[in-house]
């Protein structure tokens, strides 16, 4: 079968086959790369680009300023209110972008008690008594 010379794995390859493959692929890879950057690049332009309509007098009854009234706020503005309406996805959504999402680390204080205690049935448990 023809497919079968593309099943070879790397390491029963030709040093210059390997390297071929390997440029190929971080051709692709900075293509890749470069046409995120472009998507990005693109969001962000709309992003900035100012509202028009309902959405502008929605904005100006908030009292943003003109130079504030862009497609990001309204969103932002969209997303605050989906999460005052109780919308729980909305709300963890929102405390992400402000930062105050709840963690999920607990952090626990002890004293040498407690530590001792902890450490002699770490011990027990891997069979060592202290």
């Known amino acids: 079968m023809a497919n079968e010379k593309n099943l070879i794995p790397l390491n029963k390859r030709t040093k210059s086959e390997r390297r071929e493959i390997a440029r190929k692929g971080g051709k692709a890879s900075g ?3 470069a046409e995120a950057k472009t998507t990005r ?3 962000e332009m709309l992003d900035a680009l100012s509202v ?3 959405t ?3 904005l100006e009854q908030l009292g943003l ?3 504030e009234q862009t ?3 309204a969103r932002l503005v969209a997303l605050q209110k989906r999460g005052l309406q109780g919308d729980v996805a909305a709300i963890k959504l ?3 972008i ?6 999920s680390t607990v952090k626990i204080e002890t004293n040498d008690a407690v530590r001792e205690a902890y450490e002699k049935a770490a011990a027990a448990i891997k069979g060592k008594d202290t």
């Open 31 to 33: 293509a890749k790369r």
């Open 41 to 43: 690049d693109i969001a």
């Open 52 to 54: 028009t309509g309902k």
């Open 56 to 58: 502008k007098e929605a």
């Open 65 to 67: 300023p003109t130079e």
């Open 71 to 73: 497609q990001k706020v």
């Open 94 to 96: 929102w405390l992400e």
């Open 98 to 103: 402000i930062g105050e999402a709840p963690t």
